[in-house]
């Protein structure tokens, strides 16, 4: 596992990690969920593990300051955690997928998979539903979020947003707020603002009813949406939630939808399982073409 540097077209550089042990045409670009990242998050370790291990390069794409681990206080626990992401552009998503996709194939790389996991699922939507490019081959989406749905049952969110509105208004739009947003995930104030008024993330609406549809029907390469049975963001049937997903797509009956039993959202106790699924999707992509 390489440490691994790509530029965006603003000049930011985002930092994520390649699991490139031998050569290979072929390339996972797996973006990752809201306050994740490899180091913390074995779901990404595990996936890129097993890819490398398969003669499948694996490119572990964090977000803007995703690089960072950092341990956080949440005051309304008292407790401390250590954990990713506190500080994302949601207005720069499709510049920053777009980056990753752009290494690779400048790399060389032949065949590019564009995956995504939590709200990274959100953001290959949103590049595969707008891109005019055809560099990626095939897509897998993974426990993707109804950003509507989320905010109404999320704990924190009221409250985290009354701060953020009242502290970019005093200036300290990029201070940590003191309460983890949705009970999870540190956030400055700007960002959190950032995430609820994120219009392109809005691309799942099964639950809510509110966002687009059109993403996923422009999205042109076959590929496959992966879910754990027990996933509590998506409703009360998480597999009717991501076959409505795919009903939207242009040619459904090209894709697949894979339910992992007795998993959660974040796949956890199920990581080497969630692997396997995604090698797999990828494995029979090869050799049937979709």
């Not at 042990?21 to 913390?40: A, D, H, R, W, Y």
């Not at 076959?222 to 049937?237: M, P, Q």
Request: hydrophobic residues 35%; aromatic residues 12%; contains cysteine.
């Amino acid at each position: 596992m390489d440490i691994l540097k790509v530029k965006t077209k603003r000049g930011l550089e985002l930092k994520g990690v390649v699991f490139n042990s031998k050569p290979s045409e072929n390339v996972l670009i797996m973006l990752t969920g809201i306050c994740s990242n490899v180091f913390q998050n074995e779901l990404l370790y595990e996936t890129g593990k097993l890819m490398d291990k398969n003669g499948i390069n694996c490119i572990i794409a964090h977000a803007h300051d995703s690089f960072s681990c950092f341990a956080y206080t949440d005051f309304s626990t008292g407790k401390q955690k250590i954990t990713g992401t506190f500080n994302d552009d949601f207005d720069m998503v499709y510049e920053d997928v777009e980056a990753y996709v752009k290494y690779a194939k400048d790399t060389g790389y032949k065949n590019i998979i564009l995956a995504g996991h939590s709200l990274g699922s959100n953001k290959i939507i949103n590049y595969l539903g707008n891109t005019k490019d055809d560099f990626v081959n095939y897509f897998i989406v993974s426990s993707p979020v109804d950003t509507m749905h989320w905010f109404d049952i999320m704990p924190n969110i009221n409250k985290c947003l009354d701060m953020a509105r009242l502290w970019v208004k005093d200036g300290r739009e990029e201070d940590i707020l003191p309460f983890l947003f949705g009970g999870f995930s540190p956030m400055t104030a700007k960002a959190a603002l950032g995430f609820y008024n994120a219009d392109n993330l809005k691309n799942c609406p099964v639950i809510s009813k509110k966002g687009e549809t059109k993403s996923l029907y422009n999205i042109k390469p076959s590929g496959a949406f992966v879910i754990g049975s027990k996933d509590s963001v998506t409703g009360e049937s998480p597999k009717r939630f991501m076959e409505q997903l795919n009903m939207w797509t242009k040619n459904p009956e090209r894709n697949r939808v894979i339910e992992i039993q007795d998993a959660s959202h974040i796949f956890y106790g199920k990581h080497k399982e969630y692997a396997e699924v995604v090698l797999d999707c990828v494995q029979n992509h090869f050799m049937t073409g979709v």
